[in-house]
T-cell receptor, first 116, second 114 residues
Framework: GAVVSQHPSWVICKSGTSVKIECRSLDFQATTMFWYRQFPKQSLMLMATSNEGSKATYEQGVEKDKFLINHASLTLSTLTVTSAHPEDSSFYIC????????????FGSGTRLTVV | AQSVTQLDSHVSVSEGTPVLLRCNYSSSYSPSLFWYVQHPNKGLQLLLKYTSAATLVKGINGFEAEFKKSETSFHLTKPSAHMSDAAEYFCVVSDNTGGFKTIFGAGTRLFVKA
């Protein structure tokens, strides 16, 4: 099956700094990538969808200037949380979709972000 | 529009007894349905998926789910719970509209008692 590598697995940063989270597909070409965030004891909420070579599509209520998504290649997507604040502390998970829909979705192991 | 409802926020069973986690969905088109498990502070692991093939889907670790179109349900079951099954379970629906977006249910926390 597909293998997705997401890192860092956890990060602590100071308020006002930026944090970059990487999501790599190790063995297939990911045409579409999704970024989710999960607050404690809640479900995953889709933040944005990115397609290789084009701009990401953000869900309603997600600030695109705060959560920068780059999908520059078929194997790498990055999420940058800019000017982080404590309320951005969350669990962020990426998901990759292969070229065939029935292939399904593969999720990264997640990144726990704590902003202090 | 898609939606998914997990009917129980938490389920508690004794080890060795059956597990039933309920999920109902709505979708404008023929959906694909998935069950994922998440252990504390970990990512999601795919248990099984339904993508318009056999309605009874067998997954990993002894789990299975049955797609019932008439009831718009996709309940997850396991004949005998194990302590290691204690985790959060998410039912997910997706269809081929809007870029294959996935919609997650709110999750069901499974507790397994010794």
């Amino acid at each position: 099956g597909a293998v997705v590598s997401q890192h860092p697995s956890w990060v602590i940063c100071k308020s006002g700094t930026s944090v970059k989270i990487e999501c790599r597909s190790l063995d297939f070409q990911a045409t579409t990538m999704f970024w989710y965030r999960q607050f404690p004891k809640q479900s995953l909420m889709l933040m944005a969808t990115s397609n290789e070579g084009s701009k990401a599509t953000y869900e309603q209520g997600v600030e695109k200037d705060k959560f920068l998504i780059n999908h520059a290649s078929l194997t790498l997507s990055t999420l940058t949380v800019t000017s982080a604040h404590p309320e951005d502390s969350s669990f962020y998970i990426c998901s990759l979709q292969g070229a065939t829909f029935d292939y399904g979705y593969t999720f990264g192991s997640g990144t726990r972000l704590t902003v202090v | 529009a898609q939606s998914v409802t997990q009917l129980d926020s938490h389920v508690s069973v004794s080890e060795g007894t059956p597990v039933l986690l309920r999920c109902n969905y709505s979708s404008s088109y023929s959906p694909s349905l998935f069950w994922y498990v998440q252990h504390p502070n970990k990512g999601l692991q795919l248990l099984l998926k339904y993508t318009s093939a056999a309605t009874l889907v067998k997954g990993i670790n002894g789990f299975e789910a049955e797609f019932k179109k008439s009831e718009t349900s996709f309940h997850l079951t396991k004949p005998s719970a194990h302590m290691s099954d204690a985790a959060e379970y998410f039912c997910v629906v997706s269809d081929n509209t809007g870029g294959f977006k996935t919609i997650f249910g709110a999750g069901t926390r499974l507790f397994v008692k010794a």
